[in-house]
């Protein structure tokens, strides 16, 4: 099985940075998802690690160590738009199949 | 638009009932994905279709199943609906079995009366 962890809320002022982290334990791991998703709302992909290292996209960023089990989601010069729910997932190949589970999420307040 | 559709939006049933709930994956999408949203919940993994034949399978309860058609179209099949199965379903879809970038459809809200 898998145990993903997140924090469960976090609150960040406008036009500044925040660090989302997420640890994991899993056997068979096959990569770490990192998803936006406002409330009623479907999942949004934001990211995608499977070597070790940072992967920038925009205002994005995600990183991930393997042998630490530990990823973190940089978010820069946020934005109001940016208050929504951030799920960490992960990929696990073992067992002889692989799934995606989903942490519960951080939900994220950006406030003026 | 991610391009995965699914029907219907939104159903209220009753206890005892039985409903399908219907994907299209994204084209060219071989993968499809089931999840289950409660309330304030975390997305909890049903189960995961390849190319027509189930490839992985979480806490998926025996009342429910799935099926990915040759069309790559899937549905997943709920029974005997107990007030606990009112949640948002979420379809997903992804090219390989283990494509790096999953797409969710906008998901069927399930209420149970």
């Known amino acids: 099985g898998q145990n993903i962890d997140q924090p469960t809320e976090m609150t960040a002022t406008e036009g500044a940075i925040v660090q989302i982290n997420c640890t994991y334990q899993?056997?068979?791991?096959?990569?770490l998802f990192w998803y936006q998703q406002h409330a009623g709302e479907a999942p949004t992909f934001l990211s995608y690690?499977?070597?070790?290292g940072l992967e920038e996209k925009g205002r994005f960023s995600s990183f991930l160590s393997r042998s630490k089990g530990y990823s973190y989601l940089l978010l820069k010069e946020l934005q109001m738009k940016d208050s929504a729910s951030y799920l960490c997932?992960?990929?696990?190949?073992?067992?002889?199949?692989?799934?995606?589970?989903f942490g519960t999420g951080t939900k994220l307040q950006v406030i003026p | 638009d991610s391009g995965v559709t699914q029907t219907p939006k939104h159903l209220i049933t009753a206890t005892g009932q039985r409903v399908t709930l219907r994907c299209s994956p994204r084209?060219?999408?071989?993968?499809v994905y089931w999840y289950q949203q409660s309330l304030d919940q975390g997305l909890q993994f049903l189960i995961q279709?390849?190319?027509?034949?189930?490839?992985a399978k979480g806490n998926i309860l025996e009342r429910f199943s799935a099926q990915q058609f040759p069309d790559l179209h899937s549905e997943l099949n709920l029974s005997s609906l107990e007030l606990g199965d009112s949640a948002l379903y979420f379809c997903?879809?992804?090219?390989?079995?283990?494509?790096?970038?999953?797409?969710f459809g906008e998901g069927s809200w399930l209420t149970v009366v």
């Open positions: 997903a879809s992804s090219k390989f079995q283990e494509g790096n970038t999953i797409y």
């Open positions: 899993t056997s068979g791991f096959n990569g």
């Open positions: 690690n499977v070597l070790d």
């Open positions: 997932a992960v990929r696990d190949r073992s067992g002889g199949y692989q799934k995606v589970t």
């Open positions: 084209s060219g999408d071989l993968s």
């Open positions: 279709y390849y190319n027509g034949e189930e490839r």
